[in-house]
């Protein structure tokens, strides 16, 4: 089978090998679309693989084309998505309820191979069935937006509440469809790259700011803080500006990955204590029984069309493209949002 394999920091190939078996209680997907996430850039570009050759993709639709040994329920011909993480079940978070948090977990398109390929292996338990009237490019977004979903779970957000994004990436156009479908209030998005902030306008956003065009400080000033602020971006500036422009009693949800040391002023720092701030993390998108009720949500949300993301498919190429969708979202002032493979349609 073909798959796009990196071999090295900034290498990526198009190769022939094996197809997967799976093993007991697995299946065999082949994949009709796989997204690119902004977690595999650093893959690509940084080398942040746990080995090389290393096949990515944990975005992903496709049609179940066999099953293992001991698989029910499941059958040839069945379209599905798959929720990536494979937690070990057995370690004290597993058992408690909290898979996200397994101190042995797999996963698939980073601990193991993933979707950017013709074929790929999942824990039957992992797959959900896409209903007939869902696209499955539609359904290869599942996953971001189960991740946005978790979010919004992890604080109690009072109807017509003043939420605010900083960042509108992926995970931050997903948590605007979100709060939209959630009957939030006003939300407002914060970014610097215009042809996203479009897409934010698009997708419900009330109000969107570029900070290299309007002082912060005023417009919140004027307009006033957020009583809810979603971190996404997962950058050092955006990450104190979730403290700084939360209101009173105000709640912070840290969702984006930090990847620089972050710097509090204790002026700053001082305002979790003076507003009374609830700050929180959110990590992933699972709960029991697996993969959790966030999930079941998310294809309800899609299938019923409450929640549409296909806005946010902003390209569609094939493995042959190579790493070109890769360069593509790292370019700067990238109009690209959410990129996918289509490869078995």
């Known amino acids: 089978m073909k798959a796009l394999a990196i071999t090295a920091s900034k290498n990526m190939e198009l190769v022939d090998i094996e197809v997967p078996s ?5 299946v065999l997907i082949r994949v009709s679309y ?5 977690s595999d850039l650093p893959r690509y570009f940084e080398g942040g693989v746990h080995q090389y050759p290393q096949v990515l993709g944990h975005e992903f ?19 599905v998505v798959v929720a990536p993480l494979v937690p070990c079940g057995t370690c004290d978070q597993c058992q408690q309820g909290n898979p996200q948090l397994c101190e042995n977990y797999s996963f698939i398109g980073s601990r193991r191979p993933g979707a950017m390929a013709e074929y790929v292996t999942a824990p039957a338990k992992n797959c959900l069935k896409v209903p007939d009237a869902l696209p499955l490019d539609i359904a290869s977004t599942i996953e971001p937006l189960t991740v946005a979903l978790h979010g919004m779970e992890r604080v109690r957000i009072r109807p017509g509440a003043r939420a605010l994004i900083l960042g509108a990436g992926t995970i931050g156009l ?11 209030g006003e939300i407002t998005v914060v970014d610097i790259n215009e042809s996203r902030l479009g897409v934010a306008r698009e997708v419900g956003a009330d109000r969107t700011i570029n ?6 400080d005023d417009h919140f000033g004027r307009y006033g803080l957020g ?21 009173r009693c105000g709640k912070v949800v840290f969702i984006g990955t930090c990847t620089q040391p972050i710097d509090f002023d204790p002026e700053t720092f001082e305002l979790i204590l003076r507003r009374e701030l609830e700050l929180t993390g959110s990590w992933m998108s699972y709960s029991a029984p697996f993969p959790g009720y966030v ?4 294809l309800r949300y899609l ?15 094939s493995l042959e493209d190579a790493a070109e969708p890769f360069e593509r979202m790292r370019a700067p002032g990238s109009s690209e949002v959410k990129v996918l493979y289509r490869i078995g349609g």
Do not use: K
């Open 22 to 26: 799976p093993g007991p209680d697995e």
């Open 34 to 38: 796989v997204g690119v996430c902004g």
């Open 61 to 79: 639709s496709g049609v179940i084309e066999r099953t293992g040994e001991g698989v029910c329920g499941l059958t040839p011909g069945t379209a």
């Open 174 to 184: 997903m948590a605007v469809l979100a709060l939209r479908a959630l009957g939030i």
């Open 211 to 216: 900070p290299a065009r309007v002082d912060l």
């Open 227 to 247: 009583e809810v602020v979603f971190e996404t971006a997962g950058n050092h500036v955006t990450q104190v500006q979730a403290i700084r422009y939360a209101d």
């Open 295 to 298: 999930w079941n949500a998310a």
């Open 303 to 317: 299938a019923t069309g409450e929640i549409d993301t296909s806005a946010l498919i902003t390209s569609t190429w």
